[in-house]
């Protein structure tokens, strides 16, 4: 397999806070606020504006994504670091940290996966209100289990 060549960061190809915003769909504001919680970086030019390399579209890609699965900005910060600095990260790297990530993911998607398939069942809160909590939560014995859903946080109770 050819070794992948890692790209030093091209000033040349640096984009503005404007150009990042325009191509990546997200607010100016929100570019800094990603700044500020350290998950993209920039730096500024002769002419003291912020500059990004290219590769930050991705990270803002994957930013946005992983916000709208509900992952907090922590976890994708964690991500994200593992990321090498100084230069654009290759496939490896960000195989490297979808593998890091994949277990994370594969957990959240089972946790939506069975909220998406049991919400109109009786999940074990103690609430004794939906048709079939007489059946699968008689006078809430699920409690013996825990506190919250306990057929849905614990599905093989
Ligand atoms: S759904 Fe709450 S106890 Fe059944």
Redesign the pocket.
């Known amino acids: 397999m050819a070794t992948e060549k890692s790209e030093k960061i091209d000033p040349q190809r640096a984009l503005s806070v404007g150009e990042v915003a325009e191509r990546s769909g997200v607010a100016v504001s929100a570019i800094h606020f990603y700044e500020k919680k350290g998950l993209i970086r920039s730096w500024r030019n002769n002419g003291n504006q912020r500059r990004y390399s290219r590769d930050v579209l991705r990270r803002v890609a994957v930013i946005k994504v992983a916000q709208r699965t509900g992952i907090p900005l922590a976890e994708i910060g964690a991500a994200l670091a593992t990321l090498p600095e100084g230069r654009t990260p290759n496939t490896r790297d960000w195989r490297k940290l979808s593998a890091k990530w994949k277990q994370d993911l594969d957990h959240r998607i089972q946790q939506l996966t069975l909220l998406r398939e049991h919400l109109s069942e009786?999940?074990?809160?103690?609430?004794?209100?939906?048709s079939d909590?007489p059946l699968?939560?008689p006078d809430?014995i699920?409690r013996e289990y825990g506190p919250g859903a306990v057929l849905f946080e614990q599905p093989d109770t």
């Open positions: 009786c999940i074990g809160c103690g609430c004794l209100s939906v909590c699968r939560n809430d699920a």
